[in-house]
């Protein structure tokens, strides 16, 4: 039933020719390609010759197309997927979902009323390296977690119009909250741009979580290695979350600080240390891309919320957002006045929380600038 799914695709370049092809892997009968390069169509109609290609977006919005995947430049992402979604079209968007919170509160509230599928592309969602991971927390297995670090590192590639953390950042952010099952309450960020004057190249982003648990993100394009991994610190175990590795993704280790009995004098402070086995957790070798356009075809099909919904990437979109402020206010502390994550999986009952992020996202603010006003003073 799933391959019977017809599916338009607009933006063909890298990661939207991969969406063809993992489609295509998975037998789809209907799927239409758009792009306003000519040459990039050509080049899939070569290498699929069942494609039919478009230059027209429209093409894309007939009573024949069911879902629309949109892996355009982000800047585009808004207009493309509201037209596709007042169009009655369930709709896939690369991360981020827009560049602006009130565009992406937008989609969130079209999609709600008309109780249409809104999917953001936060593919490490759909890792299964990721989901073992999300276990071994969940389970207690490392006990209290005191910190998350991610590492998102390469020697390019730049966008012409967008930042770093635009482009990398939106992965590691829906990542950790992913796998503490809530949202950072305090953001503060650093970033520099060092090659062009206007987009920031290298970011150092900090997380405060509730509970006490935080996390560190280093995104960049100027790192002379490869580097995408994550190191998970808890009170009984430690893991590191490897997704260059080709195979062994996934280590446990059984390392950690006990804290003895201690004083005010320093040689009353006892710390024993604990060196145990390390283990490698086989973890299902699946592509992750695949994964998610399966998860998107099942919930067109059962009418189904995402795991990775609207909700979920207007999260992101806030976070990115406070993320720029703290920047560009040196680093300072900015608070999150976060959505209600807690929705039903039926569609369109999620109506009700759009309206609450908006509240909380109102007073959030207008307390913020009092508090700005009060250290002032």
């Not at 290609?53 to 069911?66: A, K, N």
């Not at 730049?158 to 949202?183: C, E, I, K, T």
């Not at 600038?369 to 002032?376: F, I, P, Q, S």
Request: aromatic residues 6%.
């Amino acid at each position: 039933m799933l391959t019977m799914v017809s599916i338009g695709i607009v933006g063909c370049g890298y990661w939207g020719a991969k969406h063809i092809r993992s489609l295509q892997d998975l037998g789809l009968d209907h799927l239409i390609a758009c792009d306003a390069d000519t040459e990039r169509l050509a080049n899939i109609r070569r290498r699929y010759a069942s494609v039919e290609t478009t230059t027209d977006f429209t093409r894309l919005l007939g009573p024949d197309v069911q879902g629309v995947i949109i892996a355009t430049p982000m800047s585009t992402h808004f207009s493309l997927a509201r037209s596709a979604l007042l169009h009655g079209k369930d709709v896939l968007v690369e991360k981020p979902l827009t560049t602006d919170v009130q565009h992406a509160e937008e989609l969130v509230e079209i999609a709600e009323q008309r109780r249409a599928v809104l999917m953001v592309g936060h593919t490490f969602v759909y890792n299964p390296a990721v989901d073992a991971v999300r276990e071994l927390i969940e389970s207690g297995e490392l006990g209290d977690i005191y910190y998350l670090d991610s590492s998102r590192l390469n020697l390019g590639l730049f966008q012409h119009d967008a930042s770093v953390l635009w482009d990398l950042a939106p992965h590691d952010l829906s990542m950790l909250v992913y796998l503490l099952g809530r949202n950072p309450s305090q953001v503060r960020a650093w970033g520099s741009a060092h090659v062009n004057r206007r987009l920031l190249d290298n970011a150092h982003i900090d997380l405060s979580f509730p509970g006490g648990t935080r996390a560190h993100i280093h995104v960049s394009w100027l790192e002379p290695i490869k580097v995408r991994r994550t190191t998970v610190v808890g009170t009984k175990k430690m893991v590191v979350y490897d997704d260059v590795a080709p195979t062994e993704k996934v280590w446990i280790y059984d390392k950690g600080i006990t804290v003895g009995y201690h004083t005010d004098n320093f040689d009353d402070f006892h710390l024993s240390y604990r060196f145990g086995h390390t283990t490698i957790l086989n973890t299902e070798l699946s592509e992750p891309l695949q994964l998610e356009q399966k998860h998107f075809l099942e919930c067109i099909h059962l009418r189904a919320r995402p795991k990775s919904d609207g909700f979920a990437g207007l999260e992101v979109v806030e976070l990115l957002s406070a993320i720029h402020q703290s920047i560009a206010e040196q680093g300072t502390a900015v608070s999150i006045g976060g959505p209600a994550r807690h929705r039903d999986s039926e569609l369109g009952s999620g109506s009700i929380a759009v309206n609450e992020f908006k509240r909380s996202r109102s007073e959030h603010r207008n307390g913020t600038v009092r508090d700005l006003l009060g250290e002032r003073r």
